[in-house]
């Protein structure tokens, strides 16, 4: 009688890589990645304080004055579904510089938009721009932080997001009273800038931090 061969003993998973909490690595990402989440979103709903200044501006009614957050998230939703699988191609840390700079140049041409229909438009174009880091920011942090800390830098990131969205509609109100709407969709296109050339440097140092 021929022994009983032993049960196949499964493959062992290689150790766990990524920037672990307290390392240089992961402060710069999580600094990087917690601003380009408060820019997005301050972005995304600068206009909403502005509702009753466009219906001014344009003569247009309240209800209409809301395209200017609705196109916006619309376009922004349908974007999605395109970004991720390109993500794959071009790279997320690209995709993200990319999404930083577009939004702030469209974000700039909509506080010089001559009429309400090129508005609308741009505000439709910003939600296109911003999908690029909502749809890539939770694989690039699996990529990048190490899987005991995911839960921890992803609740960062939400946390970013959801200053900016605050931001963006708080901030607004009090520079259109003193400038008007044109002046107050500035900061977040500054932000949205400053926040490109920020990361760019940070994916640097984290990268050369991790192959150290």
Do not use: N
């Not at 990087?32 to 200044?53: I, K, N, W």
């Not at 790279?91 to 041409?109: E, K, N, Y």
Request: charged letters at 10%; proline letters at 8%.
């Amino acid at each position: 009688m021929s022994p009983t061969p032993d049960p196949p003993t499964p493959a062992t998973a290689g150790p766990a890589t990524g920037h672990l909490p307290g390392t240089a690595g992961y402060r710069l990402i999580m600094i990087s990645m917690f601003a380009a989440g408060m820019a997005t979103f301050v972005l995304m709903y600068a206009t909403q304080a502005l509702l009753p200044e466009f219906a001014t501006a344009f003569s247009i009614s309240p209800t209409k004055a809301t395209l200017s957050i609705t196109l916006t998230t619309a376009a922004l939703a349908v974007t999605l579904l395109v970004v991720g699988p390109v993500s794959e191609y071009v790279g997320r840390t690209p995709l993200i510089r990319f999404s930083a700079w577009a939004a702030a140049l469209v974000g700039l041409a909509c506080a010089l938009a001559p009429g309400w229909g090129s508005l609308i438009a741009l505000r439709a174009l910003e939600g296109a721009a911003l999908a690029g880091l909502p749809a890539v920011a939770t694989a690039y942090l699996r990529e990048e932080v190490h899987p005991s800390a995911g839960g921890r830098a992803a609740g960062l990131y939400i946390g970013g997001t959801a200053i900016g969205g605050m931001a963006g509609r708080l901030l607004t109100a009090p520079i259109a009273d003193a400038y008007g709407w044109r002046a107050a969709l500035a900061p977040g296109c500054r932000q949205s800038r400053r926040t490109a050339r920020f990361a760019a440097r940070v994916f640097r140092c984290a990268r050369s931090s991790a192959l150290s």
